[in-house]
């Protein structure tokens, strides 16, 4: 386990010289952190043999939230690119999306795994785990370079979202490994993908790392002030390290390369790693397989998404609402129109039926499909706002 170090302190009475002696301390530490900037160490970093940390990351307590959006949020802002939650959810289009693909795996009556989708479809008797979908780290990349842009710091992402199986996750890791532990090294905490240490997050905020296997040592973004870092009993599928910071970008033009980006999830028209569809054919997708009864699949995967859902677009409803205070009419009209769609399909996903007895009936299941095509409707009215929302910036 990493501890944090306690900093001594000591009162200097600035009677008799003491005034010089202080100076010329402040001078020394000055230097000292000029020589340690200088051989690309940092000040924040501590070290206890083969163990390397960062100190000082999650002071605060942790908002609830999606944890990949909560992840880059605590690492930007420790870096001194102070970003909230929201912010990235909304930069990244993470807010907007609704992750969906015929690529999953597929599992039968007894809930044990019986092949892979496409390529199994039709020759085991099983259903797509749509649960995974908003799990499945592919969709994360996406626009990432931009959440840097806008906040003034370089996002470099190493890997790759798709899963290339345990031995290739293996070997991806050692190309990372060197880039992951330099990051640390200066003091900047890595995002990755990959279970939590709490075990049930699908990313975390990785501080620290030894001679171990894995080496990385993690943080789970949702913990609070209280969490303690933990090795990673898995290797990161992808990482997001940062970089230099950059000039930010002009705010109000960043809004509207964001709303048009959200703007193109919403309609698929972002090309994916495994032809992840993002917008209203994951929905048409989403209604197709609970109309596939013959076996159903499990309850508890259509309320994963039905709960991803709701993270997401309570995060939409907060980035728009933040978005129209720095917009005057018409973009702000336009924006708060679509913040009353977004709610509107929030009030609708409440009502959701996820229950074990309405995923194995007919109707329970047609009840969810005629549900998921219903926000698909209420979210092209949004997408059409935040489209002239976009069209109104200057």
């Known amino acids: 386990m990493f501890a944090s170090l306690s900093h001594c302190s000591a009162s200097v009475s600035f009677s008799n010289g003491a005034g010089r002696l202080a100076t010329a301390c402040v001078a020394v530490t000055a230097l000292m952190s000029c020589v340690a900037a200088s051989l690309g160490q940092s000040t924040n970093v501590r070290r206890d043999g083969d163990r390397v940390w960062i100190e000082g990351v999650l002071q605060g307590e942790s908002k609830r939230g999606d944890p990949f959006g909560q992840s880059l949020s605590l690492a930007m802002?420790?870096?001194?690119?102070?970003?909230?939650?929201?912010?990235?959810?909304?930069?990244?289009?993470?807010?907007?999306?609704?992750?969906?693909?015929?690529?999953?795996?597929?599992?039968?009556?007894?809930?044990?795994?019986?092949?892979?989708?496409?390529?199994?479809?039709?020759?085991?008797?099983?259903?797509?785990?749509?649960?995974?979908?908003?799990?499945?780290?592919?969709c994360a990349p996406t626009y990432v370079e931009f959440v840097g842009r806008a906040a003034g710091r370089k996002l470099r992402v190493l890997g790759s979202g798709d899963y290339p199986g345990p031995e290739g996750l293996a070997a991806r890791y050692k190309t990372m490994h060197g880039d992951l532990v330099a990051s640390i090294e200066q003091g900047r905490p890595v995002v990755v993908s990959g279970r939590c240490p709490c075990g049930g997050c699908f990313w975390s905020v990785a501080i620290g790392y030894d001679k171990g296997d894995p080496?990385?040592?993690?943080?789970?973004?949702?913990?609070?002030?209280?969490?303690?870092?933990?090795?990673?009993?898995?290797?990161?599928?992808?990482?997001?390290?940062?970089?230099?910071?950059?000039?930010?970008?002009?705010?109000?033009?960043?809004?509207?390369?964001?709303?048009?980006?959200?703007?193109?999830?919403a309609r698929d028209q972002v090309k994916m790693p495994n032809d992840y569809l993002t917008g209203q054919r994951a929905y048409a997708l989403w209604a197709s397989e609970l109309r596939q009864i013959d076996p159903p699949g499990q309850a508890r995967w259509h309320a994963n998404?039905?709960?991803?859902?709701?993270?997401?677009?309570?995060?939409?409803?907060?980035?728009?609402?933040?978005?129209?205070?720095?917009?005057?009419?018409?973009?702000?009209?336009?924006?708060?129109?679509?913040?009353?769609?977004?709610?509107?399909?929030?009030?609708?996903?409440?009502?959701?039926?996820?229950?074990?007895?309405?995923?194995?009936?007919?109707?329970?299941?047609?009840?969810?499909?005629?549900?998921?095509?219903?926000?698909?409707?209420?979210?092209?009215?949004?997408?059409?706002?935040?489209?002239?929302a976009a069209g109104t910036i200057r």
């Not at 001194?80 to 599992?107: N, R, W």
Request: hydrophobic fraction near 40%; include cysteine.
């Open 215 to 265: 080496a990385l040592w993690s943080l789970c973004p949702l913990g609070g002030s209280n969490t303690k870092a933990k090795r990673m009993d898995n290797y990161p599928v992808v990482a997001f390290v940062l970089g230099d910071k950059v000039e930010k970008m002009d705010r109000r033009l960043a809004d509207r390369e964001a709303l048009r980006h959200a703007v193109a999830l």
């Open 77 to 138: 802002t420790y870096a001194g690119q102070p970003t909230d939650y929201e912010t990235v959810m909304g930069d990244s289009g993470m807010a907007f999306i609704m992750q969906a693909s015929k690529v999953a795996p597929l599992y039968g009556p007894d809930g044990k795994k019986v092949g892979d989708a496409p390529k199994d479809l039709g020759k085991v008797v099983g259903r797509r785990d749509v649960g995974w979908w908003p799990l499945a780290s592919e």
């Open 305 to 388: 998404v039905v709960g991803n859902l709701s993270v997401r677009r309570r995060a939409a409803v907060a980035y728009l609402e933040a978005m129209s205070r720095r917009h005057d009419e018409p973009t702000r009209a336009h924006l708060l129109r679509a913040v009353e769609r977004y709610t509107e399909a929030l009030d609708v996903l409440k009502t959701a039926n996820t229950s074990r007895k309405a995923m194995t009936s007919a109707d329970g299941r047609e009840a969810l499909a005629g549900l998921a095509e219903r926000l698909a409707r209420i979210e092209a009215e949004a997408a059409s706002q935040l489209e002239q």
